[in-house]
């Protein structure tokens, strides 16, 4: 009943706002064609169609908002006066009532603001979909600013969440593109994202890790955190005075060299997800500032890290292969590489997926940001999956949000950078660096502790093992394995060989028991080639 009563209260705004009218007539779908009678009850207004979307969406709740906001990056597919008024979703959402956020501050620390700051601002500085923002001097005389969730506000995006599962399994249990699709999987990661901005704390930790990150960085800052004023829904941290990387005037006014600028920013990008394994998955334009100093080596500011997103190692070996492959263009590769990984199923024609990988990727080669569309690509690309039946893999879906932030953010601020040749060089040395004897060494000392605590077991599993290859009935198919592509036939001789090696040196010499299970493990990779 509240998924329900959510429904209608969706529908009403919708109507009373008119957003069928952002519709052409011939997009609609039949539904709507025929409530137009009574849609013609709730007049038009005197807002533009830009107000009254941001008008519903603001009305709706912070899930609402957040769509809102990642539509404000994308100039490509939304009309420019939509962007504009989107672009208000950033961090000017109504704030709620001042005094309402001064006691929920003086009720989670204890004390009244009077005793807490030397001075406190009554008025926002800021409003966003889950939290509200006050500017604040610390007794120490320290600016910072005061950040508190919204009263409230976890019992309406409960309500939306128990509404978007509801019309997950609906599209699961009917549509065979929504079995593909795997809603339920993703409105549960999105589930857990959201309901982690509620929990301040968190994002307190969150941008101390990303800070012991870039400390010291010349292309990223992230300001300090003050934990003694920090609770689960109210967060202390420095204040920072930069410039909205959406500003493009003040940017050019004070001579930003906005080609490096845009250039840092992926590399910022790249460096997290690769190198860090913690990437900030919320990059929309309300949370990027940049520092008015030395604007000709600009550098990023970066804020709310309530957001963030990890991979795990075999997510980002397949990531980086792919897009290098990509890069080369060696399509095969990225068809047997979806095989390989279990995104499409096993049998799959390999030549036909390669075919149409190849006419999705080919037309964005040599081309600067601003001729390539990859709301079109992403069309097409679904028009493949749907033919091969690929999955939707959820624990993605925030790298792929946040990849959609950087093209937005891109776009604006040097809308002729070269994609490809920023990442390319990158990736090959991350993969080359992730294979060298001195980062294989640094993965064995790591893992070595819990490799040998299961080495007793691996005589018994080697038994195992080879008494069922002797129980298998001869007539059994035999399964002929999948062609190793160039890199594969020599990865396995290349690390079985390092591993006999680093066995046999001085370095082990009182590690006999390391220097015996590196030699199994050699002899394994080898016998595996």
């Known amino acids: 009943m509240t998924a329900l009563f959510r429904l209608l209260k969706i529908i009403r705004v919708g109507a009373r706002y008119r957003l069928d009218l952002l519709l052409d007539s011939a997009q609609q779908p039949w539904w709507l064609r025929s409530a137009k009678p009574l849609l013609w009850l709730f007049p038009k207004g005197e807002l533009s169609r830009g107000q009254r979307l941001r008008h519903a969406l603001e009305e709706l709740g912070p899930i609402f908002v957040k769509f809102g906001q990642l539509l404000s990056t994308r100039p490509d597919l939304v009309p420019q006066d939509i962007v504009k008024e989107l672009n208000h979703l950033q961090d000017n959402v109504a704030p709620f009532n001042q005094a309402e956020f001064q006691k929920i501050v003086e009720s989670s620390l204890g004390q009244p603001v009077e005793e807490l700051f030397a001075e406190f601002s009554a008025e926002p500085l800021a409003s966003a979909s889950v939290a509200q923002v006050h500017t604040a001097k610390l007794k120490s005389g320290e600016e910072v600013v005061v950040k508190a969730v919204r009263p409230g506000i976890e019992n309406t995006i409960n309500e939306d969440i128990a509404l978007l599962f509801r019309l997950a399994s609906l599209v699961e249990r009917f549509s065979a593109d929504g079995r593909r699709l795997r809603p339920v999987e993703v409105v549960e990661d999105y589930q857990h994202t959201i309901l982690n901005e509620l929990n301040l704390q968190m994002e307190a930790a969150n941008a101390c890790q990303l800070r012991r990150n870039f400390e010291n960085s010349p292309i990223l800052y992230v300001p300090k955190v003050h934990w003694e004023f920090c609770r689960q829904n109210v967060m ?62 600009p550098k990023y500011i970066a804020v709310d890290m309530a957001i963030v997103g990890s991979l795990n190692r075999e997510d980002q070996y397949y990531l980086a292969r792919n897009m290098l492959a990509i890069f080369r263009r060696d399509y095969r590769q990225v068809a047997e590489l979806h095989v390989q990984c279990g995104w499409v199923p096993a049998d799959t024609p390999i030549g036909e997926f390669e075919n149409a990988i190849r006419s999705v990727c080919e037309p964005i080669f040599e081309k600067p940001l601003a001729e390539i569309s990859f709301g079109q690509v992403l069309i097409q690309l679904f ?31 040097y809308p002729d950078l070269d994609l490809w040749s920023t990442a390319h060089p990158y990736l090959e040395r991350w993969l080359k660096d992730r294979f060298a004897p001195k980062a294989l060494w640094q993965q064995f000392k790591r893992y070595a502790p819990e490799w040998m605590e299961k080495f007793p077991e691996i005589p018994e599993l080697i038994y195992e093992n080879l008494e069922r290859q002797r129980l298998r009935p001869a007539t059994q198919n035999i399964v002929k394995p999948e062609p190793k592509t160039r890199q594969g036939r020599y990865l396995w001789p ?32 080898l016998w595996h080639r």
Not at 276 to 291: K, L, S, T, W
Not at 500 to 510: D, N, R, S, V, Y
């Open 236 to 297: 202390v941290m420095e204040r920072i005075y930069g410039i909205p990387v959406t500003d493009i005037e003040q940017l050019e006014a004070q001579n930003t060299d906005m080609k490096r600028l845009a250039e840092r920013g992926v590399d910022i990008f790249f460096r997290q997800v690769f190198e860090d394994n913690f990437f900030h998955a919320d990059m929309h334009p309300g949370n990027i500032f940049v520092a008015r100093e030395n604007p000709k080596q």
């Open 383 to 413: 028009q493949t999956a749907r033919r091969f039946d690929m999955q939707v893999q959820p624990q993605l879906v925030l790298l792929q949000k946040t990849l959609l932030n950087i093209e937005g953010l891109g776009r604006q601020l």
């Open 494 to 525: 290349i690390m079985g060989t390092a591993c006999l090696l680093m066995a046999a040196g001085p370095a082990l010499a009182a590690w006999s028991y390391q220097s015996l299970l590196l030699a199994v493990v050699g002899l394994a990779l």
